[in-house]
């Protein structure tokens, strides 16, 4: 049992690349989530998906693209990098969406956009 | 989701209890009281959560008062390893559920 996985671990990107930042976990969970934090910060929500096929948008997704076609697979898509998106990306899973339900994340992805 | 407000930095002895608080005054009566610790850069390691009643398991206690306006988190024998930064987060149902973090607590527990 992994939990959440989240590859890669570190990328360094061009300004205007893109790229997929991957999630998978293995715990059957419906509610699957992409967070982004800055140094110093807390966590922001930057999309979030209740089920297979469904997902929807958090307090900052302009820039990145999700999908759920599999429930043990949540992938972020930047399509065009920029530099304001260099950050650390954590995906997190929960059994639903229930409040009472803890998240469960990942270790977390290193992006930098030179 | 309400805002949480804790102590910015707070230092523990090796073995002692740690006790850190968290004010949430504009908690609504179905949001969750969440606690969260970030070791250095590593994902977020839920520790408990609460709605109304104190809730104790392997790792620590939580204490919520009866007006629930503010918990208090206990680790009852910290040890170096719980050196990291807790985040005491409100949840509610608000925009995908989502977990909404502050600045948190940075815990240095000391030898």
């Known amino acids: 049992n992994a939990g959440v996985t989240q590859t890669p671990k570190f990328q360094v990107l061009k300004t205007g690349q893109s790229m997929t930042l991957q999630c998978a976990q293995d715990?059957?969970?419906?509610?699957m989530s992409w967070y982004r934090q800055d140094p110093g910060m807390g966590l922001r929500l930057i999309h979030y998906?209740?089920?297979?096929?469904?997902?929807d948008q958090g307090e900052v997704p302009n820039g990145y693209n999700v999908s759920r076609s599999t429930t043990e697979d949540f992938p972020l898509r930047l399509l065009s990098a920029a530099p304001s998106q260099t950050s650390v990306y954590f995906c997190?899973?929960?059994?639903?969406?229930?409040?009472?339900?803890?998240?469960?994340f990942g270790s977390g992805t290193q992006l930098s956009v030179l | 989701d309400a805002k949480t407000t804790q102590p910015t930095s707070m230092d523990c002895a090796e073995g002692r209890a740690a006790n850190l608080p968290c004010n949430h005054s504009t908690i609504s009566g179905n949001e969750y009281v969440y606690w969260y610790r970030q070791i250095h850069s590593q994902g977020p390691q839920y520790i408990i959560h609460g709605l109304k009643n104190n809730e104790t398991n392997e790792m620590a206690s939580l204490i919520i008062t009866e007006d629930r306006k503010s918990s208090t988190l206990i680790l009852p024998h910290a040890t170096l390893r719980d050196t990291a930064v807790y985040y005491c987060i409100v949840r509610g149902q608000a925009a995908g559920n989502k977990l909404t973090f502050g600045g948190g607590t940075r815990v240095l527990v000391k030898p």
């Open positions: 997190a899973s929960s059994r639903d969406r229930s409040t009472n339900e803890k998240l469960f």
């Open positions: 998906s209740v089920g297979a096929g469904i997902t």
């Open positions: 715990m059957n969970h419906e509610y």
